[in-house]
C-alpha cells in the first residue's frame, strides 16, 4: 500500500513538473500570452477560486487558463450543470489541459478571450456569473486588454464578479474604472507575488446597479 502511494506521489510530482516545463517554454517563446514564468501557486488558487460562490454558480469563464492549474481545482469545485468556458490562446497550453479534461460534459476548451461573447452565444449562455482572469493585462497590447475587459462587462450578469490577480498594482485604476466595487488581497506565496481583485458593480452609463 505504502509503496503503490509513494509511487503514485512520484507520478503526480512528474506530472507537475511536466507541466512546469511546457509552461517555462511557452513563456521564454510568447512572454506576452504567459506573463510568468510559472504556473500560479495553491495559495494564490485558493484566494482566486474562494472568492466564487459554488454552489450558485452556473456559468464561469476561465480567461488565460495556462496549463489549467485554476481549470483542475474549478472542475472541481464547479456544480455538476455548471458550463464552464475556459480560455487559453496557446495551443501547447491547450493541449495539457484537454488531456486532462477530455470528456467533461460542461466543460468547452476555446482560444482567443476577445471572442467571449461569441463563444457564450453558441452555448446558449446569455450572461456568466464569474470570469476568472490570469491574463497578464499589462503586458498585452492595449487594444486587446480594452477588448477583453469590454467583453467581460457585457457578459457578466447583474451582480456577477470579475476575479482576476496581477502582479502589480497597475491595473487598479483601469479596472476601477469599469467596476466600482473592488476587493483586494495581496498573496505572497506565490511566483511572483500578486494581487488579486475581485471586481464587481458596472461602471458604464445606464448599467444596472
Excluded at 486532462?100 to 460542461?106: A, I, N, S, V, Y
Aim: glycine content about 8%; charged content about 25%.
Amino acid at each position: 500500500m505504502r509503496l503503490r502511494q509513494a509511487r503514485k506521489a512520484q507520478q503526480g510530482k512528474g506530472s507537475h513538473l511536466g507541466e512546469d516545463m511546457v509552461f517555462l517554454r511557452r513563456f521564454f517563446g510568447a512572454p506576452r500570452q504567459v506573463g510568468s514564468v510559472a504556473p500560479s501557486s495553491r495559495f494564490l488558487t485558493r484566494a482566486m477560486l474562494d472568492r466564487v460562490d459554488w454552489a450558485h454558480a452556473r456559468s464561469v469563464a476561465e480567461l488565460g487558463a495556462g496549463t489549467g492549474v485554476f481549470t483542475r481545482s474549478i472542475v472541481r469545485r464547479a456544480h455538476p450543470e455548471a458550463k464552464i468556458l475556459v480560455f487559453e490562446v496557446d495551443p501547447a497550453l491547450q493541449d495539457v489541459i484537454r488531456a486532462e479534461h477530455p470528456d467533461h460534459p460542461g466543460l468547452r476548451l476555446c482560444g482567443d478571450a476577445q471572442e467571449l461573447r461569441a463563444i457564450m452565444k453558441e452555448e446558449g449562455i446569455e450572461s456568466l456569473d464569474f470570469v476568472i482572469s490570469s491574463l497578464p493585462f499589462t503586458v498585452l497590447p492595449h487594444e486587446v486588454s480594452e477588448n477583453i475587459l469590454d467583453a467581460v462587462q457585457d457578459a457578466l450578469r447583474p451582480g456577477g464578479r470579475f476575479v482576476a490577480y496581477q502582479y502589480s498594482s497597475i491595473m487598479k485604476p483601469k479596472l476601477a474604472a469599469r467596476f466600482p466595487d473592488i476587493r483586494t488581497k495581496f498573496v505572497p506565496l506565490n511566483i511572483p507575488p500578486a494581487f488579486v481583485y475581485d471586481c464587481g458593480g458596472d461602471c458604464r452609463e445606464g448599467a444596472a446597479l
